[in-house]
């Protein structure tokens, strides 16, 4: 039987529950299963956990079996690795129901890939599955099946203009059938093509099948092939960076979880006892924009490798950044800058390799978990990024980030304290922390108490980078439906310079400074003890620990998962894709697309309906033709890769941090036949489990901080519901080899009743300007908070744009 890369929480719930009950028993059950998958650290679980299972067996219809696959799902378990489990305790009965009746579904373990290419040349896109042995393949271009188009690998020679288009690969066993991601052809000019397509030789040795260049993001599974005849038959050995590849020498190269440390240059030495070939180089980059400039020749059959090209030392050994941006505010003007800010930061970041978490309209528990598992991913040599966007204030040097939720008149007990945040990120020894904050200075006459924080250590790797200056406020210009704060619209230029990051800042100062509506009224203040020269822009050197490394990477990309796109089959004989794009960590776009339909339907289109709760879907902008009506305008066609010939609708679900179970909403299908006028009706409940940033809980309070430095990595993990998912993953190490313990927020208890409103409010004032930058358009320019209209000294209405 083939390996499963599928995991367990793509089993049904009634197959789940069937097994479930299988091991309901003493002999040979749940309990002989915990102890055998407990081999892999990442399902080894408490006395706790067991305990839980145990008292399952007090409830009416409660199962321990059942709860124990649900944990087993919960910390990503595949079916090969539940198989394996229950051969080990030799439960002949659940290992042959999930044999026959699961385990043959069909899975693609090859995605077609785009590809972009001169015309004239050869195209090659490459689908394979494993599943039951009678496999076959056809091709489709858009909706028309590509004739002769029927195996696994669609040969394009030579490509014109005609064979531009979406292309996917249908794969089929009997009656059951799944789809391939969708993958686009598209023709360059050949003065642009950097290569081509060419299979490489030697006598008496051929490849038949090259490794495809591809572009993934951190989290996916890579997977490259090389294929190859000869006599004797041919070994392989893959290479990366010209380094030979431990354990990788089948002719498939499989690497799941996929982090930036695997974007480069892959190859594949072909050989025998007589003969020795190498396959194409190919590119492989890791998340978007991030390419490689590795360049190295092809070595000569039956020489050796060279040695690899020097490397400059990195100063992170990972990099990870917090984005949150606060618009809608339930007692305070509304803002429109940090949508627009958070986005185009988060791309620029993701460039330089960070791992980014955005997040939009937290309130107090949110954002405090957010930080919670922000710290977490922190660790010894990592570099911090934390930006925020929204009302705050600042009193006697400490700085507040206020939440969405805060009352009318707030005080720092509904807020979050920056320097807490600080000493909390010292405890992780990190490389570098760096607080971009883009909100208001103004003081709070509401909260005259000055919290107190702990001792800051002496470390010489802090930075802050103010939008404005003390005592001051920060303004946001509106263009078209977009807006940027001030302080975006000149940071977004200098970021990607590689500056010591004192020096990036100090020039966006000299930039603000020189903007004539900007002068006298909004400046940017650095304050800094870096010692060091340090940069957004510094590689990423492997950490020491790699065991943290890869805890780290399966933390970030959990958080980060997207459903699946599927395809429903509804009665009528209509077919109906799902698909779904991540607009931020917390705001997802869901699109229904019409795949088939019979010639006697006229009409038809798929809407969705009845939402869990949680999750915010304005019905007015459901089920949009456009993705700018169903609210959303960062994302556009691009972005999701649609055949733009297909008509779809789109949705836009956001507050994912609010999901408390699995997302499930109704798809209707609304057509009309062609000899009857009336429209018809049918439906289908999908439930697409907890996507995107839904995992952390972010809505759960987390437990106190605690900075007792012998306490071991599980208590690590406790501190935080998506971590303790995951702290199993671990092996026992103590906090010295890991960083410090959990972070929580001990000086606060949570939101208080707000005060009586006075005329001291929390407020921001709206002024206009005639022009910014380089915008023909009027803007308006709102500050982030907190002053009254008489505390203006000045007006925008009346400066002119001297640039």
Avoid at 145 to 158: A, I, R, S, T, W
Avoid at 664 to 677: E, G, I, Q, R, S
Avoid at 743 to 756: A, H, N
Wanted: glycine share 6%.
């Amino acid at each position: 039987m083939e390996d499963k890369n599928v995991g367990v929480e793509t089993l049904s719930e009634a197959v789940l529950n069937r097994l479930g009950f299988m091991l309901d028993n003493l002999e040979c059950g749940w309990r002989q299963l915990a102890k055998a998958v407990a081999e892999q650290p990442q399902f080894c679980y408490s006395e706790k956990e067991l305990t839980d299972c145990s008292l399952k067996v007090l409830s009416p219809h409660g199962s321990p079996g059942r709860y124990l696959l649900a944990l087993l799902a919960d910390r990503g378990c595949t079916l090969s690795f539940l198989l394996q489990g229950l051969k080990k305790i030799e439960h002949r009965e659940a290992v042959g129901f999930l044999t026959t009746h699961v385990m043959e579904q069909i899975d693609i373990t090859l995605q077609p890939q785009s590809q972009r290419v001169p015309e004239g040349s050869t195209a090659v896109l490459s689908c394979r599955a494993v599943g039951p042995v009678e496999l076959t393949y056809q091709w489709f271009k858009a909706k028309d099946e590509v004739p002769g188009g029927n195996g696994p690998e669609l040969v394009l020679n030579p490509v014109s203009p005609v064979q531009q288009g979406p292309y996917i690969c249908r794969v089929s066993s009997g009656d059951k059938y799944v789809f391939s991601n969708w993958a686009h052809v598209r023709l360059v000019r050949s003065e642009d093509s950097s290569s081509s397509y060419f299979p490489s030789s030697a006598s008496g040795l051929y490849i038949t099948q090259q490794p495809r260049p591809q572009v993934l993001m951190e989290g996916d599974t890579l997977y490259l092939e090389c294929a190859a005849q000869a006599n004797p038959p041919p070994q392989f050995q893959w290479y990366l960076n010209k380094q030979p590849m431990p354990n990788c020498t089948r002719s498939l190269l499989k690497i799941p979880c996929i982090t930036t440390a695997d974007r480069g240059i892959y190859t594949c030495k072909v050989y025998n006892l007589y003969h020795e070939a190498w396959s194409d180089q190919v590119q492989v980059d890791i998340g978007p924009g991030s390419f490689s400039d590795v360049s190295w020749e092809v070595p000569k059959v039956g020489t050796s490798v060279a040695g690899p090209r020097q490397i400059v030392d990195c100063c992170a050994t990972d990099k990870v950044a917090l984005l949150i941006g606060n618009m809608n505010y339930l007692h305070h003007r509304q803002l429109r800058a940090p949508m627009a800010d958070v986005h185009e930061l988060t791309n620029l970041l993701r460039q330089l390799d960070f791992k980014v978490v955005s997040l939009l309209d937290l309130n107090w528990q949110e954002m405090h978990s957010a930080v919670t598992e922000f710290l977490l991913l922190l660790d010894r040599g990592v570099y911090g990024l934390l930006y925020f966007a929204g009302h705050g204030y600042e009193n006697y040097g400490n700085s507040f980030m206020v939440p969405i939720d805060a009352p009318a008149s707030y005080t720092f007990k509904q807020c979050l304290w920056v320097q807490d945040v600080l000493q909390r990120m010292q405890e992780r020894q990190t490389g570098l922390n760096v607080f971009l904050l883009d909100m208001c200075r103004k003081r709070n006459p509401n909260d005259e108490i000055i919290p107190q924080p702990g001792p800051l250590k002496v470390t010489a790797n802090i930075v802050f980078g103010y939008a404005t200056c003390v005592d001051a406020e920060a303004f946001e210009v509106n263009k078209d439906d977009l807006s940027n704060g001030i302080f975006m619209s000149f940071l977004k230029k200098r970021l990607m310079e590689p500056e010591k990051v004192t020096v990036l800042l100090d020039k966006v100062a000299e930039d603000m400074g020189r903007c004539e509506i900007t002068r006298g009224r909004q400046a940017l203040e650095l304050r800094s003890n870096l010692s060091e020269r340090r940069a957004l822009t510094d590689g990423i050197q492997a950490p020491a620990c790699q065991i943290t490394a890869s805890t780290r990477n399966l933390q970030w990309a959990i958080a980060h998962v997207l459903p699946e796109s599927r395809c429903l089959q509804f009665e009528c004989g209509v077919k109906v894709q799902l698909g779904f794009a991540a607009e931020f960590s917390n705001i997802m776009i869901i699109y229904t697309r019409i795949l088939e339909t019979p010639k006697e339907i006229v009409s038809c289109y798929a809407q969705l309906s009845d939402f869990t709760e949680g999750p915010e879907v304005d019905l007015k902008h459901s089920n949009q033709e456009s993705l700018r009506e169903a609210g959303s305008l960062l994302l556009s066609m691009d972005d999701l890769l649609l055949p733009l010939e297909q008509p779809q609708l789109f949705t836009r679900i956001s507050a994912l941090q609010r999901l408390k179970k699995e997302l499930a909403f109704t798809v209707c299908l609304h057509y009309k036949y062609t000899n009857l006028d009336e429209e018809l009706l049918d439906e289908q409940r999908v439930s697409v489990g907890k996507p995107l940033v839904s995992k952390l809980n972010l809505h759960e309070p987390r437990l106190s901080h605690t900075s007792s430095s012998d306490l071991q990595m599980s208590s690590i993990m406790e501190s935080s519901s998506f971590s303790e998912s995951f702290r199993a993953s671990l092996p026992d190490l103590t906090s010295s080899s890991i960083g410090s313990t959990s972070t929580s927020w001990s000086y606060y208890e949570g939101p208080l009743d707000s005060p009586t409103f006075s005329s001291l409010k929390n407020e921001p004032e709206e002024t206009t300007c005639l022009e910014f930058l380089e915008a023909e358009e009027p803007h308006t320019i709102k500050s982030l908070p907190s002053a009254s209209s008489q505390e203006l000294p000045f007006k925008f209405s009346n400066l002119a744009n001297s640039l």
